[in-house]
């Protein structure tokens, strides 16, 4: 049977088709739907051009503002996205791209999120979401048990409970941090005799009803730099969060802490929230949960931690110690989309106390009504797509143990990486992995010795001139080896002990695709060493400055 084909006029009948009627098989999107559903890696491998075209020259496919008035055959159409968009984007699935937290899907996330897109149901409310709406508070239940592991009489009693909830589904991270300092900076300047609280009175009345002069967030210097968007958002000011200095294994300094706390107490600035961050973005490294929860206690503030990208080893038993601490948090931060391989736009943030979220509560006419179930009446966001699913399929498919496998092996081939490098004489390592994430540089072995001297002898000089080349160096590999597309580490910048908190340039690699191999890393440091050797500016004169 053949579908007719689509006529190049916006007709009635070609308007009614466009909603009614698949592609054939055998037009441009029946066929990429085929090759999908075969083999999405073969897709991406096929489609995707490892091209050196800069961005600015794919931006010349990206100039016209103009709403076309004409229009095209959706074959046509393809052709054109697989040509100007698909060939020129990122392939993130790839084994050897393992330089961010974005990375490869199971293959059963492909035809499910076809489902979940097809069904096109909306959380905000349950008249547009039905079973979706119990099915996301059973997910944050999950969610929640994963952090605070409470008994099943709790979760019986506030699971499915309409004016309290367990947490919020969110696009993300971002959101899910912006969330529960909202939730923190509401409940602090609550409703209070004749004051109407911060939502209706604003931060300003606020502040003067309970005569604080100011607030701030308290974070490592790691912190993510989605703690000064909230902060800007909730009104409060980017400088009001307060970088705390980190321990040389990138951790809070526990002292500088509290020490900060107390001053700030002093001079009546009241401190908002204390942020534990549990994996750090550009280490990966995890604060002492613990013993920030005993300065919260004692400075009786809302303790959040951020495990966005490290929440998901709370599935491994075997790594769960690292993150002790974290059911001490009023909130929590877990991104699905990073470790728990669902696609982008599934984060969540949990509340110790069901109660929490009353002082976010919303309310409207014509949904969102007291006491209705709307999951929208204690969220950020309005419209929502059903992202649970996902998160809800892959907890039932993968199941815990499944995740903690994905977890340990990561962790491991981390360390093997990290061994790699520490027995590389060209390499070297700048932060151990304490979850799937490293640092490391090239350096030549000759200068490793040179800038080995010039730290015993306290010569900042020849240490800063050596590590500003190999920053160079370091850019100018990377670089390359994003434009050559075989492989893909990032780069980032952060302050190293060892070289007197000297702010260094650093390749930075997650590993988080479970296809990643031995070989790979193996084949990644090889071509580096080879890049290394294209540098006719910095290598010739690092070696100059060695010899
Ligand atoms: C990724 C990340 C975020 C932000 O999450 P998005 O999903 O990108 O909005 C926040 N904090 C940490 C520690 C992260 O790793």
Known sequence: MTTPKRTAQATNESLHRIFTVAEAPDSTLGRIEQEISHSLSDFLNNYIVASK????????????????????????????????????????????????????????ILPLSKLMVGLNQNLVKVETSKAFTPLERQVLGMMHNLVYQENDDFYQQWLHNPNNSLGAFCSGGTVANITALWVARNKLLKADGNFPGITRAGLFNALQHYGYQGLVILVSERGHYS???????????????????????????????????????????????????????ETGNIDPLNKMADIAEQYQCHFHVDAAWGGATLLSNKHRYLLNG???????????????????????????????????????????????????????????????????????????????????????????????????????????????????????????????????????????ELNLLLGQLTKFIQKRQREDGRSFVSRTRIEVSRYGGEKVIVF???????????????????????????SELYLPQLLALSS
């Open 53 to 108: 075209n800069a961005l600015s020259d794919i931006e010349q496919d990206f100039v016209s503002a103009r709403i076309p008035e004409q229009p095209e055959f959706v074959s046509d159409h393809m052709h054109h996205l697989l040509d100007k968009l698909v060939a020129h984007s990122v392939h993130t699935a790839s084994p050897s791209f393992i330089g961010h937290m974005t990375s490869a899907l199971p293959a059963f």
């Open 227 to 281: 703690l000064q968007k909230s902060a800007d958002v909730l009104g409060i000011g980017q400088d009001s969060v307060i970088a705390i200095p980190t321990d040389e294994y990138n951790k809070i300094d526990c002292q500088k802490l509290a020490h900060k706390c107390q001053q700030l107490t002093d001079k009546n600035i009241k401190v908002l929230a204390i942020v534990g961050v549990a994996g750090t973005t």
């Open 326 to 464: 974290i059911e001490r948090a009023d909130s929590v931060t877990i991104d699905a989309h990073k470790q728990m391989y669902v696609p982008m736009g599934a984060g969540v943030v949990l509340f110790k106390d069901p109660s929490a979220v009353a002082d976010i509560e919303h309310h409207a006419e014509y949904i969102l009504r007291k006491g209705s179930k709307d999951l929208g009446s204690h969220s950020l966001e309005g419209s929502r797509s059903g992202m649970a699913m996902l998160v809800y399929a892959s907890l039932h498919i993968i199941s815990r143990p499944g995740y903690e496998m994905l977890i340990n092996r990561a962790i491991t081939k981390a360390k093997y990486f990290a061994d790699i490098i520490n027995h590389h004489e060209n390499f070297e390592l700048i932060t151990e992995p304490e979850l799937c994430l490293l640092t490391y540089r090239y350096v030549p072995k000759t200068v490793q010795t040179v800038l080995a001297k010039a730290c015993v002898n306290r010569d900042s000089k020849t240490r800063n």
């Open 508 to 534: 930075r690699v997650v590993l988080a695709n479970p296809l990643t191999s031995k070989v790979i890393l193996n084949d990644i440091l090889a071509e580096q060493c080879l890049l290394a050797q294209e």
